[in-house]
């Protein structure tokens, strides 16, 4: 049986920020939210996440959980805040957080120095490791955490400087009854798809900040892809829309494809 949500589609993609790590004038930094029947998902905390919620008109008690892909501050940097906004509504539901294993100590020690401790919130927060490849249930929906090369250059680094420092990175397979989503969150290369690509799929929501718009075409073209929403592209892509359309046209070969704007709403 093929569930739907409360607009009679298969899932829904709310776009609230799209933006790079760069500042911004018109994109506010990753914040997506997945309504994949009942189920409401949020992907990452960029500072889009707050302005977004709010906007959407959504119930503070109806997030069924958060999946933080890596810990860079345009991914995570607006946590705290969206903490704050659910204490101050009064959420009183568990939280279930699934994020990489390393950045759970120092984002609870980050909740209590904003103030946020335990015994504040009045909503109990559980804390998940992902791990590479294992499948867990989110709400509704199946959600697998596929390793990036994301941060692989500065785990080399930076790592032996700082050996505390968390580097893993995770795309996302967000699988619901009769429906595929695949969100790449940041790649390191174009093969760091290839997981997300064993199967069809209905939504691949792509980065295109940290691949090179050719071998990630290359890799693309021909799959059984139902639509492409890109996002979180770099400035000189962005600020030169029609040419970057007009190039992944020509290098997709007719998979049908969109740019994300911070607001954009897609559906399956």
Request: charged content about 20%.
């Amino acid at each position: 049986m093929t569930s739907t949500n409360a607009d009679g589609n298969r899932a829904t993609l709310h776009c609230w920020g799209v933006g790079d790590g760069w500042p911004s004038m018109d994109r506010r930094h990753s914040a997506y939210l997945y309504h994949f029947g009942d189920t409401r998902l949020l992907v990452d905390c960029g500072d889009g996440v707050n302005a977004g919620f709010f906007a959407s008109g959504l119930e503070y008690e109806e997030l069924d959980g958060v999946l933080l892909s890596h810990l860079h501050s345009d991914h995570v940097g607006g946590f705290s805040l969206f903490v704050q906004d659910l204490w101050l509504n009064q959420r009183r539901r568990s939280l279930p957080i699934h994020l990489p294993g390393s950045g759970i100590a120092p984002l609870k020690a980050w909740l209590e120095a904003t103030i946020l401790p335990p015994a504040l919130l009045g909503f109990p927060i559980r804390w998940t490791a992902l791990i590479a490849g294992r499948k867990f249930r989110a709400g509704k929906v199946n959600v697998t955490a596929y390793p990036t090369t994301h941060l692989e250059s500065l785990r080399r680094a930076l790592q032996p400087r700082y050996p505390h420092i968390g580097f893993e990175a995770f795309s996302f397979l967000l699988e619901a009854p009769g429906v595929r989503v695949a969100h790449t969150a940041d790649l390191g290369a174009a093969t760091d798809l290839v997981p997300l690509l064993s199967k069809p799929l209905d939504l691949l929501v792509c980065e295109l900040a940290h691949v090179e718009l050719e071998p990630l075409a290359a890799l693309l073209r021909g799959r059984p892809i139902g639509k492409i929403v890109f996002m979180h592209l770099a400035r000189e892509l962005w600020e030169d829309l029609p040419k970057t359309r007009k190039r992944l046209k020509t290098l997709l070969g007719g998979i049908p494809f969109t740019i994300a704007k911070d607001g954009d709403r897609f559906s399956v």
